[in-house]
């Protein structure tokens, strides 16, 4: 999942081997993550063609409307994109350690908690890449959101939201966590104090030892070199790469 | 379904009788009506308490976050909210008439066009409510929509999407489809033109006498006369009630 992103002009890589799902991705895109997360928590076998999403390849439009990544590739020639819809659809194909609730009001309230979580993406999303500085009602939605989360977690007991072992809420929700920390340097050290979100903050500790988890993570110091990159406008795709 | 619309200091009404659902909708909320849709395709026993969105009464908020409609109360006393994820639980929960294809590819097919069909939903609903006339941009994004869905139709081989009666695709795109003619209104004569869009308008004819969609059918008087009564700031939810 670390190979080199390509870019306009690259050719397009033959078909994996073995009738493998291939997963058009990027290593630094949170909603790939989520895929990885379950083809990884799946154990299922795939291929990973990282695309350079400031420059793609034409190539990629003919895969995934839109060019959109993440986007998966079965052996039928379909491809899939939405993390969510990739998300339940290996879960509904691949019944090996099964990521939602079997019990459909479970699985519609994780759904909904899934939703909810997009108030905190695309709030951090616009104060990392656009403002820089979290405004008074930045702060409000992302406390509470997190205070929802914390609230859930309590009430479910634990360890996980999904019980004793992540399900598909905690890794769909995962990739914003593991980059939380970013959040600090937009001058808000108060909103990830430990004390106010106890059990998420133990939670986030539970899930960066999970063996899915520590397949795709990072340490911050790549996200935050990421993210330098990003709002100089040059993002640095293959970091990973060019730092080794 | 045509019950007066509750408003800022109404009443709540009593719990529905015998443990059935109850469904918080608006009788011009096209999301609301994805859910009569599936509860009346599965042919579900539930209670209406209709919601007037314009000063909404205090205790929708208690069941459901943000007040959102359409909210679906179970007799555990739990309250599902956003129509896809009502209308998934529903599917899953009541085994009659299964909308969504068995086959998982299948499956998350449909789901990805239910997707595609949001820009057509946004044009629309932009063209309707802010702006009144059709731009070039929104002419293509509705025609790509359009084209996209005649196309896949035709694949298909009908007469719906879900093969010999409707199915989720069919259902969760209709409302739109049911107030299509409105676009008219909008200085666009040739948008909704029946010989580029011929399988779609056919489908639309055979949706039109399904059972199901009879029961939430309004003609197209009824929805211009509540989008004019939108459009002047007094939108009339109880414009059927008022008209008999």
């Given at each position: 999942m670390n190979g080199p992103h390509l870019s306009k002009g690259a050719r397009q890589p033959p078909p994996p081997r073995g009738g493998k799902l291939r997963l058009y991705s990027n290593r630094f895109c949170p909603y790939a993550q989520r895929v990885h997360l379950v083809l990884d928590a799946k154990k299922i076998p795939y291929?990973?063609?990282?695309?350079?999403?400031?420059?793609?390849?034409?190539?990629?439009?003919?895969?995934?409307?839109?060019?959109?990544?993440?986007?998966?590739?079965?052996?039928?020639?379909?491809?899939?994109?939405?993390?969510?819809?990739?998300?339940?659809?290996?879960d509904e194909r691949y019944h090996q350690h099964l990521l939602h609730a079997k019990d459909p009001l479970q699985k519609a309230k994780d759904k909904l908690l899934i939703e909810q979580?997009?108030?905190?993406?695309?709030?951090?999303?616009r104060v990392m890449m656009n403002i820089g500085r979290i405004s008074l009602d930045d702060d409000e939605t992302i406390s509470n959101g997190l205070n929802t989360f914390e609230r859930e977690l309590a009430e479910?007991?634990?360890?996980?939201?999904?019980?004793?072992?992540?399900?598909?809420?905690?890794?769909?929700?995962?990739?914003?966590?593991?980059?939380?920390?970013?959040?600090?340097?937009?001058?808000?050290?108060?909103?990830?104090?430990?004390d106010k979100y106890k059990k998420l903050m133990e939670w986030r500790n539970r899930m960066s030892d999970d063996?899915?988890?520590?397949?795709?993570?990072?340490?911050?110091?790549?996200?935050?070199?990421?993210?330098?990159?990003?709002?100089?406008?040059?993002?640095d795709y293959d970091l990973i790469l060019n730092s080794k």
């Open positions: 291929d990973v063609v990282n695309i350079n999403l400031s420059s793609k390849p034409d190539w990629i439009y003919d895969k995934s409307p839109y060019g959109k990544i993440p986007a998966l590739e079965l052996d039928t020639g379909d491809v899939l994109y939405e993390s969510l819809i990739i998300a339940d659809y290996l979580f997009n108030r905190i993406i695309n709030t951090m999303y479910r007991g634990g360890p996980f939201f999904a019980g004793n072992k992540p399900g598909m809420l905690d890794y769909m929700i995962w990739p914003w966590c593991e980059r939380a920390d970013i959040l600090k340097l937009f001058g808000n050290q108060h909103l990830l104090k430990r063996p899915t988890v520590k397949r795709s993570l990072l340490d911050s110091d790549f996200h935050v070199k990421y993210l330098q990159s990003h709002r100089a406008g040059m993002p």
